[in-house]
């Protein structure tokens, strides 16, 4: 096999070995940006649930259902 032969066998085995590696052979996990937006979703969800539950109606509707269950004979 000539020399040229030998090295586009050698460059076709490095660019399958890209490829491969590109199509997700070696990724783990979640970048550093994908858990800082996951991070922000979940503040943003956070703070949209607290002001959903001590609104006025949602906080007497949760006080109405705790008293009921506190008063509920044995």
């Given at each position: ?15 399958s070995a890209l490829v491969r590696r590109a199509a ?51």
């Amino acid at each position: 096999m000539g020399v040229e032969m030998r090295v586009w066998k050698r460059v076709r085995e490095q660019a399958s070995a890209l490829v491969r590696r590109a199509a997700g052979g070696e990724d783990a996990g979640m970048t550093t940006s994908e858990y800082a937006m996951g991070t922000i979703a979940a503040c943003a969800f956070a703070a949209v649930l607290y002001k959903v539950v001590t609104s006025g109606m949602v906080s007497s509707a949760l006080e109405a259902a705790v008293g009921r269950a506190l008063h509920v004979p044995f």
